[in-house]
């Protein structure tokens, strides 16, 4: 098993986090360039999902693959495969939460009021 570098170069010249051989380790942690060359690809994904109602690209991975190939290739390439998962599951259950908070908000429920504490785990006080 081999260990490599934190980072790969590629034909552009960037930082490629990820590597093609499965039994290679990324050893370090990403630099701040590193992280927002990630971001970018990430939010170039996105846009490109957005813009074709996909939301779950993990289930609906063929259609994301013909309509985002290039921004998801990218992505795939600029992250790390662990951040690539992480982000996309979290793409996911973001747009559920925030779909029950509307539907919530349509069926006229409250927010619980703010008193400021931050801790919503402790009981009211009697």
């Not at 990218?74 to 029950?100: I, L, P």
Request: with cysteine; hydrophobic share 30%.
């Amino acid at each position: 098993m081999g260990v490599v570098s934190s980072s790969f170069s590629t034909s552009n010249g960037s930082e490629d986090l990820t590597s093609k051989d499965p039994t290679d380790k990324i050893v370090g942690a990403p630099s701040r360039n590193q992280r927002a060359h990630c971001w970018e690809a990430r939010d170039a994904f996105f846009k490109c999902l957005d813009e074709n109602s996909i939301i779950d690209s993990i289930t609906n991975h063929d259609l994301a693959e013909r309509t985002c190939g290039r921004e998801g290739a990218a992505f795939d390439r600029s992250c790390a495969s662990s951040w690539v998962q992480y982000f996309k599951k979290r793409r996911v259950m973001e747009y559920k939460r925030n779909e029950a908070l509307e539907k919530l908000k349509a069926e006229g429920a409250q927010p619980f009021p703010d008193d400021g504490g931050g801790d919503v785990s402790r009981a009211p006080s009697r």
